[in-house]
């Protein structure tokens, strides 16, 4: 297993605010509670695989294939979190059994990633949960209404779990800082993740600090570009990882997208896709929330046709990346109208006649 000893704080970016770091990402940034001179192995603890709803039945983006892209990238420990389901996870866990017996090349761990839908928080939180079996999962699903008896559970069987991109909402939803601030408050891990852009991870990194509270780098790819995030931290078992990440004693390097960020992931995908030369059934999930772009591709890569043919595949390649733009300019002008509004939001809790402004508006 590949491992990095990290010699002192000055291996690291002097701690700052957020505010007066906005060239932080993709540098190492040490955990509340390092300490220099132990080996590190690094992970990628939030990655999504063609299990998940929203992810192309592709083989570059099996569990296995996953793996040994993690492998080539130096990661020295495996999860995968897809959406409300382990079964992605635990076959990987048989196949390397079968292969290797007890000693993989890399440890593959449990994880999953949870939607809690508390009516009382107001809005859907994501949660990694990790180090779980299948009993565990089932538990936590019946409690996933109730965040005071979900997180309760994790406690009670000493499960990792993280709060994933706080500043993330389903359509149509809102929170106010005071919540997000009060959910960070509740986990022992925040995630700082690589498709927000700079300004909410900048904002996380600040309410975790408000509260104390330890940071965890992902990528949450859907696509496959495994380790593009990635924590650090010792333990020579995947429990003495999990521990040191829970606790601080550990390193982020995270990233954070742009428009050009997302595009790119985009045009790589469908590369990857036409680089099938066949037809690529799409799930009745994926680009649910985009119908008119999923039908156009269900009618180019569902069919022989188009997929066989050069020429109709460099037309049918062009059109996506085209239509796939508008989506994709939604995703980032979201964020950013999110950062603004937070942004307002702050401007009247420090000057009330602004907030009184506000809320006439």
């Not at 993989?104 to 994880?111: E, S, W």
């Amino acid at each position: 297993m590949a491992t990095e000893t990290f010699r002192s704080g000055r291996d690291f970016m002097p701690s700052e605010t957020p505010q007066r770091i906005p060239h932080i990402f993709g540098r190492p940034l040490p955990g509340r509670a390092f300490v220099p001179g132990i080996p590190h192995v690094r992970a990628d603890l939030h990655l999504h695989s063609s299990f998940s709803y929203d992810v192309i039945n592709h083989p570059a983006l099996a569990p296995r294939a996953l793996y040994e892209r993690a492998r080539e990238r130096g990661m020295g420990l495996f999860t995968l979190t897809d959406h409300e389901t382990m079964r992605g996870i635990l076959s990987l866990q048989s196949e390397l059994r079968e292969e290797f017996g007890d000693t993989p090349p890399i440890p593959a761990v449990t994880g999953i990633e949870i939607y809690v839908r508390d009516p009382r928080v107001g809005h859907v939180i994501h949660v990694n949960v990790l180090g779980l079996d299948q009993k565990q999962a089932n538990a936590l699903a019946k409690r996933r209404r109730d965040l005071d008896a979900f997180l309760s559970f994790c406690e009670r069987e000493h499960l990792y779990h993280a709060y994933n991109h706080p500043f993330w909402f389903e359509p149509g939803e809102r929170a106010t800082l005071e919540t997000i601030s009060e959910l960070v408050e509740r986990f022992p891990v925040v995630e700082l993740n690589a498709g927000r852009i700079l300004p909410l991870n900048h904002r996380t990194i600040a309410l975790a600090e408000q509260h104390g509270k330890s940071l965890v780098a992902c990528s949450d790819s859907h696509t496959g570009r495994v380790g593009r995030a990635y924590t650090t931290a010792p333990g020579r078992t995947a429990e003495e990882f999990l521990a040191n990440v829970t606790s601080g004693n550990s390193i982020v390097v995270p990233r954070c997208t742009s428009l050009g960020d997302f595009l790119d992931e985009v045009h790589g995908t469908l590369d990857l896709v036409f680089s099938l030369q066949q037809a690529l059934p799409i799930k009745r999930t994926f680009l649910r929330k985009y119908p008119r772009l999923r039908r156009v591709a269900q009618l180019a890569l569902e069919s022989d046709r188009v997929m066989k043919s050069g020429l109709l595949q460099q037309i049918a390649r062009r059109a996506l990346g085209i239509i796939a733009y508008a989506p994709a300019s939604a995703f980032i002008w979201e964020q950013r109208q999110m950062h603004k509004r937070l942004e307002e939001l702050e401007a009247a809790l420090a000057d009330p006649g602004l907030e009184a402004g506000l809320a006439e508006a």
